[in-house]
């Protein structure tokens, strides 16, 4: 987050932290590693081999399970025949001395990496760091939509892109070819052919996984859309993949320039570089309070929007909400701060305005006289949070977005309930994060009125 620079504590030293993403605060900066330049690399992950599941089962299963889909989904969706990949390759890149991978000059080129190469219509892939890695931390589903994703730069090319790019390079600018395969990636995800491979069958929040293994390979902080090298914050490419999975292929097909906003934001000072987009706790929390209260009571003019930590909340109803509280007894809104300080250590600043935001919106229904129980009372406190952080990304605000801000919300909303528990500390124990990051993008999206119940 920012704030005006009167506000702005002195900058502080970050230390730059691999793997990030689910154990650091994932406003730190991610190392990044060399991107062969004709491929469409989807991750880059550094992991150390060694003792880690043996993953060629799943690799096989996937990749057979990927081409039988597009078999049937790609005419389905674009009237033509499919035309099989020509390779899948894995590469043990453990052995630096091993030939050179396809498309590659050298073996250590690939590490960390997957790709797709459309010279030689190759997926390629790393089997000895990136693949046990994903597997370790995100199970079948990591693996599948690393895969899913350079798979989908083959449909790319099976339909012209390649070409069309390189007659009109601002028209298929690097983010876009990365969005449109996040999207195809989650197209082949809705196909019950992938029950296939090990363990997306019986894995319930199998999506969840998907889209956290694509939180980790979001852009590194500060990178702009326009850059070469972009392909996305965790934001645009879980929601990508969403689209496609809603909507279908030919969802992915139209995407354009012109009807894709991509969020990715710079720094907006050498202060919010050097904090990493983060604020400390105490000076964020003075400042959402200004701006939130401001900003949820508009939606219920001359009705009581309370400030943070303006009520003591009993036991029942408070709590199990999670680090910020509403008070079904007094309207009123609480924090634990230790809670919310671990989350804010673990994730970043953006996750604890998310949460705060929900707890705003149940306190909005209150305002309002509906309803503050119930599924339905969970689903708009997120959609509010969502509309609220839409607010957060209009110019000329002083308390604004930083890069990285969106993905600290799509982290929180995967991981934890919290944002879509009710007043009583209820939530649809069916519903997973990738329903809750779908409401939180439809309120920022289509404004707070879509989260509102008709009345």
Do not use: K
């Amino acid at each position: 987050m920012r704030v005006p620079s009167r506000q702005r504590p002195p900058a502080a030293a970050l230390l730059a932290v691999a793997l990030s993403v689910l154990v650091a605060g994932c406003t730190q900066a991610v190392p990044g590693h060399a991107r062969p330049a004709p491929q469409h690399p989807a991750a880059s992950v550094a992991a150390t081999p060694g003792s880690l599941p043996a993953t060629g089962d799943v690799t096989a299963d996937a990749t057979a399970a990927l081409q039988e889909i597009w078999r049937s989904a790609f005419p389905a969706a674009f009237g033509r025949a499919w035309t099989d990949i020509a390779r899948f390759e894995p590469v043990h890149t453990a052995n630096a001395a091993a030939p050179a991978p396809t498309c590659v000059d050298r073996v250590a080129d690939l590490v960390g990496q997957a790709f797709y190469c459309p010279a030689a219509d190759a997926v390629v892939w790393d089997a000895d760091t990136l693949v046990p890695d994903l597997h370790r931390r995100f199970g079948s589903a990591g693996v599948t939509v690393a895969l899913a994703h350079e798979v989908g730069h083959a449909v790319q090319t099976r339909l012209g892109i390649d070409e069309a790019q390189s007659r009109e390079p601002r028209r298929y600018p690097a983010i876009l070819l990365e969005t449109m395969a996040d999207c195809y990636a989650g197209a082949a995800f809705a196909q019950p052919g992938l029950e296939s491979v090990g363990g997306l069958a019986t894995d319930a929040p199998v999506a969840d996984d998907a889209l956290l293994a694509l939180v980790g390979f979001r852009d590194p902080l500060g990178v702009e859309p326009g850059d070469d090298s972009a392909h996305g914050n965790a934001f645009d490419r879980v929601s990508a993949f969403q689209d496609g999975f809603r909507d279908g292929a030919a969802r992915c097909a139209a995407m354009t320039t012109e009807n894709r906003v991509f969020t990715q934001r710079r720094f907006g000072s050498a202060a919010d570089r050097a904090r990493g987009g983060d604020l400390p706790l105490p000076l964020l929390l003075d400042a959402v309070q200004h701006d939130a209260v401001g900003w949820f009571g508009a939606l219920a003019p001359g009705r009581n929007v309370p400030p943070l930590n303006g009520a003591v909340c009993p036991v029942h109803g408070g709590t199990a909400q999670g680090p910020v509280l509403f008070c079904p007894a007094d309207g009123g809104l609480s924090i634990d701060r230790s809670a919310l300080a671990a989350v804010h250590r673990e994730v970043g600043d953006f996750a604890g305005v998310t949460l705060v935001a929900s707890r705003y919106g149940v306190a909005v229904l209150g305002a309002l006289g509906l309803a503050t129980e119930g599924p339905a009372a969970g689903a708009a406190a997120v959609c509010l949070a969502g509309a609220y952080t839409a607010a957060l990304m209009e110019p000329g605000r002083g308390f604004t977005l930083s890069p990285g801000d969106l993905d600290e919300a799509v982290q929180v909303l995967l991981t934890h309930d919290w944002a879509a528990r009710d007043a009583e500390g209820d939530v649809d124990s069916a519903e997973h994060g990738f329903e809750r990051v779908a409401r939180f993008r439809a309120g920022l999206l289509d404004g707070p009125g879509s989260c509102l119940p008709h009345r």
